[in-house]
Nanobody, 123 residues
Framework: QVQLVESGGGSVQTGGSLRLSCASSEHTFSRNLVAWFRQPPGKEREFVAAIRLSSGITYVSNSVKGRFIISGETAKNTVYLQMNGLKPEDTAVYYC????????????????WGQGTQVTVSS
């Protein structure tokens, strides 16, 4: 059973930065897509960014493009989400997910999820 553990969340002011990490218990990241989703208060979970470490190809949602960067280290089984220029609307619980998804933004295609880490951005 793949276990994912997120870390790096916290509270920052508008314009601040945070780096989230997602560590896997298994060596699955090199074979699968790894994605970040987020769930703002009272809203549905939404796609943020994804990476295929085998090729280095990344996908980023329009809402965070130019501010968030996804990267990873295969040897460490870890994926990162560097978040810059944070805005209050980025406040959410951020989840890491992985799987052999065909569509990078298709939430149901990811079978493995972390427990989430809270990011709060104050104005």
């Amino acid at each position: 059973q793949v276990q994912l553990v997120e870390s790096g969340g916290g509270s920052v002011q508008t314009g601040g930065s945070l780096r989230l990490s997602c560590a896997s218990s298994e060596h699955t990241f090199s074979r699968n897509l790894v994605a970040w989703f987020r769930q703002p208060p009272g809203k549905e979970r939404e796609f943020v960014a994804a990476i295929r470490l085998s090729s280095g190809i990344t996908y980023v949602s329009n809402s965070v493009k130019g501010r968030f960067i996804i990267s990873g280290e295969t040897a460490k089984n870890t994926v990162y989400l560097q978040m810059n220029g944070l805005k209050p609307e980025d406040t959410a619980v951020y989840y890491c997910a992985t799987g052999a998804a065909l569509r990078y933004d298709a939430l149901p295609q990811y079978p493995y999820w972390g427990q989430g880490t809270q990011v709060t951005v104050s104005s």
